[in-house]
Each structure stands twice: as C-alpha cells, then as structure tokens.
C-alpha cells in the first residue's frame, strides 16, 4: 500500500527500504509479481501495478464464490484458536473504526482472511483467496479508504459471529452480503 500504483521500483531500493537481505527481497518480489501485484521489468525495474476500477469488480467477481466456501468451512471447522484470531480481528478492526485509522483497519481485515484461512481448514480455497483478498484490500484502500469503515466493519463481525456460532448456511449467508457490499463500492469506483 505504501508504493504508488503504477511507480516504478528497484530491488535494491526495496532492500533498503526494507532492511532485509537479497533472498528475502527476492522471493517477496516474485511471489507479488506471481500475484499480479507487481510487473517485473528486466533492466527497467519492478513495476507496481496499476489500479483500474473496473478491475476491482472482475477481482471480486472471483473472489465472491471462493469466500462462500471459505464461511461455510470456517463455520463447519472452526477452532478454539481460530475463534482467538477472530475476536482479535474483530476488536482490531472496530478499534480501527472508532479511531479513523485506515492502515489499521486494513490490517484488521488481512488478519480476519488469516484467520478464516485457518478456520477453513481448507488450504486449497485459502491459496486461490489469498491473492485475490490482497487485490481486494488495495482496491479498498485506493477508492474507498476515505469512507465505509464502519459498515464494512458489520458485515465482517456479522460473518464472524455465523462462523463462531457454526451456522454454515449463515457464514454463507454473511459471506455473501459482505462480497455485495464491496461490488456495490466497486461499482460506484468504476462509474467515477
């Protein structure tokens, strides 16, 4: 989130900025550019992909029957240290609301997808969502970080409470008006 869309980048700046060595640098470069976030550019540098609106919607497009999977399993498989992680999201994330702060409610939300993950117990569903929650996050954080928290933040305790309570038909349920809610902010970023 700190690197501009569409801004140009060196892996040794990157080392720098991070602090870390070469391997570490590396890997996290070619993981990012396997997930679409960044463009690898031989003797030009790495590119920070673009940000399109429209593109937000085909991003939650994909992601929209991958997280139902995700709720119903959480609610299905969900465990006392799954359960933990939740109500630490949670918290984080109204704590987020209350105080205005986007950066945290972003990483409230990337916590929350970490822990549905594990909940789940499905790491295939997990690997396919991961990439896609990323670009969604983003996409949040570029066209609608300035408002929407606190809605966003109901929807995502309404789906942790269906998970915790084991109503898989309600995670799905949940799940499903939280994807809405997120195309409804999508459609209206893509009409701007």
């Known amino acids: ?15 720098d900025r991070l ?10 470069i070619q993981r990012l550019a396997w997930e679409g976030l960044l463009d690898i550019r031989p003797r030009a540098g790495i590119a920070v992909a673009p940000l399109h609106a429209g593109d937000w919607l085909r991003v939650l497009d994909a992601r ?4 139902v999977v995700l709720a119903r399993s959480a609610a299905r498989f969900v465990t006392r240290e799954a359960a933990d992680l939740f109500h630490e999201a949670a918290l984080a994330m109204q704590k987020a609301v209350i105080s205005g702060n986007v950066l945290a409610f972003i990483q409230a939300d990337k916590a929350l997808d970490e822990a549905l993950a594990i909940a789940a117990d499905n ?16 996409f949040w954080f570029r066209y609608k970080a300035d408002t929407g928290l606190a809605e966003s933040a109901e929807h ?10 084991g109503d898989e038909e309600g ?13 409804g902010h999508a459609e209206a970023a893509a009409t701007r």
């Open 156 to 165: 995502h305790v309404a789906l942790i409470r269906s998970i915790l309570d």
């Open 1 to 15: 989130l700190e690197l501009a869309p569409s801004s140009f980048v060196t892996e040794g700046a990157l080392i």
């Open 171 to 183: 995670a799905a349920k949940d799940a499903k008006k939280l994807m809405a809610l997120l195309r």
């Open 64 to 67: 929209r029957g991958i997280e």
């Open 19 to 28: 602090g870390l060595g070469r391997t570490p640098v590396r890997e996290a």
């Open 123 to 138: 790491p295939f569903a997990a690997r396919v969502a991961a990439p896609l929650q990323s670009h969604s996050r983003r």
